[in-house]
Each structure stands twice: as C-alpha cells, then as structure tokens.
C-alpha cells in the first residue's frame, strides 16, 4: 500500500504522452479524471504507476458514481473517450494535481497508521 501511495505522486507526469483531445466542455471533472487515469494507465510501461493509475481510476469512478447515481460504462467508451477526456494539456494539469493532492492525503494517513519505532520493535 506504501508503494502505490508513494506511486501516486508520479502519475501526472505518466499521462503526458497522451494524444491530444477536444476540448472539455461540460463533462463532470471526476469523470474526466477517471478517462485521463484509464488511458494514461493503459499506456504506462511501469508497473508501479500503472498499479497507481488504476487506483486513482477507481477512486476517481466511485466519486462520479456517487455524486452522479450514473454507471461510469454508459459514459466512458472508446466513442466517447476523446469527448470526455477533452484538451489533453488541461487534463494532465486539472486531474495530475487532484491524483498528487490524494496521494498525499492518503500518503498522510498510512503514515498515521503506522506504530511508533518502540512499539513496531516490541512485536
């Protein structure tokens, strides 16, 4: 879990190369942000940030279906892909800082989950 959170720092640099898109529109940022994980995590090479990427999918998805009450698979298709996805550069910089803000929060609270030294060494 450590080394997805720690991962999770590095994935707004894993969607650059990304092909260009249209331009976003009105489509919900965290349906968008789920679009910019799916294809930025189908093209990455590493496995550590495609594990991240997957993650950030998914949280991304949860939050579009619970504000939405709508099904991510009637709105992300390869159709409709480029649509929801919109410019590329403004993607990476719009759901590349809200994946790194995330990281860190969750990064925060494993840190907090941890036992101090002297505990972990009593074990």
Do not use: H
């Amino acid at each position: 879990m450590k080394k997805t959170a720690l991962a999770l720092g590095l994935i707004a640099s894993a969607a650059l190369s990304v092909p260009a898109a249209q331009a976003q529109g009105t489509t919900n940022p965290d349906l968008r942000c789920a679009a910019w994980a799916m294809l930025a995590g189908a093209q990455e090479q590493d496995e550590g940030k495609k594990n991240a990427l997957g993650f950030m999918m998914a949280y991304f998805i949860g939050r579009y279906e619970q504000s939405s009450g709508g099904k991510v698979q009637t709105q992300i298709t390869p159709q409709t892909m480029e649509d929801v996805l919109g410019d590329i550069d403004e993607a990476n910089a719009a759901c590349g800082a809200r994946a790194n803000d995330f990281g860190q929060r969750l990064q925060q609270t494993l840190k907090g989950m941890q036992a101090p030294a002297s505990q972990a060494q009593g074990r």
